[in-house]
């Protein structure tokens, strides 16, 4: 069974592996920022509720908001599943058929239906979907190393679907986009693979269904690891599930950010907390349905302080419920580490046993001998498998992207640029002050540089630069203090040679790194786990979505450092520029945007959660009428939607575009 476990065993390293790497000045400052975020979205567990009516008053909308934050809502089409059978191996008690259906056309799901021989006909039988750890298994696919638990339910009276995951199953797709691909516009896109997990879950439950075994008031839902976390994202998502048991499945955010667990952990286990939940809510959603939640007692990367919190918060819900303690709900543990031992494995038969068939007898598990892995291939020699797949790139279609039709008129123009704020502000910039708070001086250091605090824990880096004579200043051109924003591989306190001839002659400069940004402040990059940028994530945010924060503070530090006399511009290249835009977007003081080398999608950055869901770079600038816009080389034809968009709006006269 070690076995099973390698590469959830390697990832147990990870916070090992960080915490050994080189130090940054940043660390503790961001770290510090993450706990504290943690502990502010800790206390809203539940969503607050005291009493069984208040929480049915509220689940209706915590489950719309549940699907939104794995990539599901609106909820996808029940697309034909085209399932076939593509062999049956047979034993003694029990028959294997080899199987797949897709979850979406050309999303291919490959799996294993194991059911006993002694069905009599017309017979219901009680069901399993048995969903996988993280198992290397190669072309066999991971679904053959828990073979041994569709054995047993076979040849206990029930059927047992086990179905493969996306990464690890015979028709290979990806789980680490942000773990250590790169992919950061997953964050972007709202896409996780967990989305895809928990798809792949409802529709094996619609395929189930289709079948006249099995029996559709009894359905349970079991896994281990990233098994045990799809048993939570399909037991909340599809009511069907009359019973689960999830095992070594989730942990909490005190655990996942503070302690740093979600280093040992892979994409599939989160979803992109858009509406700042504590992770326990997710689990909530199950109630009154049977849940046993089993564990380890020293899991490493399913630490027992999180699951005795986990619990502790359960308890209370299914409390409501519950007729007698353990009734509905109650836990299971056993010595050792993150392993699928006999144990567990009992312990979820007797809860299924107890739920369904109203036994709660002690139960065994005979040996049975394995089949050969190649033996359980769904699709058995490369040549079978599907050329139609869209695994390997499901991540780029699985969320549907915004596409807003850019206005031409000046009312569609006012009706755009409403309902394209208001869906920046739900998706990707909940909670949003109406005004940031200014930032404020820690430290004026010999060096020239100034150290400020723009948020709780947050500091960032700024540099003056001298205003030119008075007599120097271009005519033409209203007075400006310019905040430069810089990206994070630009050093500090320096003005970048690219500015030269951006800004006009004549005005002031101050140059800013934002969070991350520089080095008095930057924090570990080490991919993998990519612990800054996948925390925040789990906090509802994102690295970029703070530098705007950053740079509204500091420029309206500046605006009211200068008796707001003057207004603010706002210049950065690449990403950085973006960030600008969008701070401007929020922030009156901000009169006058430049973007140089601007992205022409948020694919390439910067990334804000979610924010593909909504719109893209140049929809984003055609939001900025009335202010100043300079866009300098960007040529691409995306941004001819934002020069339509401000002549819609009767401001084509403060766009330029070279």
């Known amino acids: ?367 049975l001998p394995p089949f050969e892995g190649k033996q359980l291939r769904v699709f058995p020699e490369e040549s079978d498998l599907p050329k139609d797949s869209l695994n390997a790139k499901i991540d780029e279609t699985f969320v549907a992207r915004g596409t807003p039709k850019t206005p031409t008129t000046k009312d569609e123009y006012s009706k755009w640029s409403k309902q394209l704020r208001d869906g920046l502000l739900n998706q990707s910039f909940r909670e949003w002050p109406d005004q940031v708070p200014d930032a404020s001086v820690r430290e004026h250091r010999d060096n020239g540089l100034i150290v400020l605090s723009t948020d709780d824990d947050v500091v960032v880096v700024a540099a003056h630069h001298k205003l030119k004579k008075k007599g120097e200043r271009s005519a033409d051109k209203p007075e400006r203090i310019w905040l430069v924003v810089l990206n994070a591989d630009e050093p500090e306190g320096k003005l970048p040679e690219w500015a030269s001839g951006v800004i006009p002659e004549g005005q002031a400069t101050v140059v800013l790194s934002p969070r991350g940004c520089g080095e008095s402040f930057g924090w570990i990059r080490k991919n993998p786990p990519n612990y800054v940028e996948r925390a925040h994530v789990l906090l509802g945010r994102t690295v970029d979505g703070g530098r705007v924060w950053d740079v509204q503070s500091v420029a309206r530090w500046l605006h009211e450092a200068e008796g707001n006399e003057l207004s603010i511009g706002v210049v950065g290249k690449g990403a950085a520029g973006v960030i600008g835009a969008y701070a401007a977007l929020f922030e009156t003081s901000i009169a006058e945007v430049t973007l140089v080398d601007p992205p022409t999608s948020h694919v390439s950055g910067p990334i804000y959660l979610n924010v593909l869901k909504v719109l893209d770079i140049p929809d984003a600038l055609g939001l900025l009428a009335p202010r100043h816009v300079n866009l300098i080389n960007a040529k691409d034809n995306a941004f001819d939607r934002t020069l339509t968009a401000f002549k819609a709006a009767g401001y084509e006269g403060r766009i330029t575009r070279k």
């Open 1 to 367: 069974m070690r076995a099973q476990f390698v590469l959830c065993a390697v990832l147990s390293l990870i916070p090992l592996l960080v915490a050994g790497a080189e130090p940054r000045p940043g660390d503790e400052a961001i770290e510090k920022y993450l706990s504290g975020e943690a502990r502010l979205v800790s206390q809203n567990v539940l969503a607050n509720v005291e009493t069984r009516e208040q929480w049915e008053g509220r689940r209706e909308e915590l489950k719309r908001q549940y699907f939104d934050m794995l990539g599901l809502w609106p909820l996808p089409e029940r697309t034909p599943l085209n399932a076939k059978v593509t062999g049956k191996l047979e034993r003694e008690d029990f028959t294997v058929e080899k199987l797949h259906y897709q979850s979406k056309p050309g999303l291919y799901v490959t799996g294993n239906l194991y059911l006993p021989k002694s069905t009599k006909n017309g017979e219901r039988l009680p069901t399993v979907l048995y969903v996988c750890g993280h198992s290397g298994k190669g072309r066999d696919g991971n679904k053959t190393a828990f073979q041994q638990h569709g054995m047993w339910f076979a040849t206990h009276g029930y059927a047992c679907l086990i179905i493969d995951t996306l990464q690890l199953g015979e028709v290979a797709g990806i789980h680490h986009g942000t773990y250590n691909q790169n992919r950061w516009w997953w964050q972007a896109a709202g896409y996780t693979s967990a989305g895809v997990e928990c798809w792949n879950g409802v529709r094996a439950i619609d395929y189930l269904l289709t079948r006249p075994e099995v029996d559709p008031d009894r359905i349970a839902v079991t896994g281990i690891s990233g098994g045990g976390a799809a048993t939570f994202w399909i037991a909340a998502a599809d009511e069907r599930v009359k019973v689960c048991v999830p095992v070594s499945g989730m942990s909490d955010l005190q655990s996942y950010v503070t302690d740093k667990v979600c280093n040992g952990h892979c994409d599939c286990m989160f979803l992109y907390n858009t509406y700042r939940w504590e992770w326990t809510t997710i689990a909530a959603l199950i109630a009154p349905r049977p849940m046993l939640f089993e564990n380890s007692g020293h899991d490493t990367i399913f630490p027992m302080p999180a699951n005795e919190r986990i619990r502790e918060r359960l308890a209370k819900v299914y409390g409501w419920y519950e007729k007698a303690p353990g009734d509905l709900f109650d836990i299971g543990i056993t010595p050792g580490g993150h392993s699928d031992n006999v144990e567990l494995r009992l312990m979820a038969y007797r809860w299924i046993n107890k739920h369904f068939k109203k036994e709660n007898s002690e139960v065994a598990e005979p040996p």
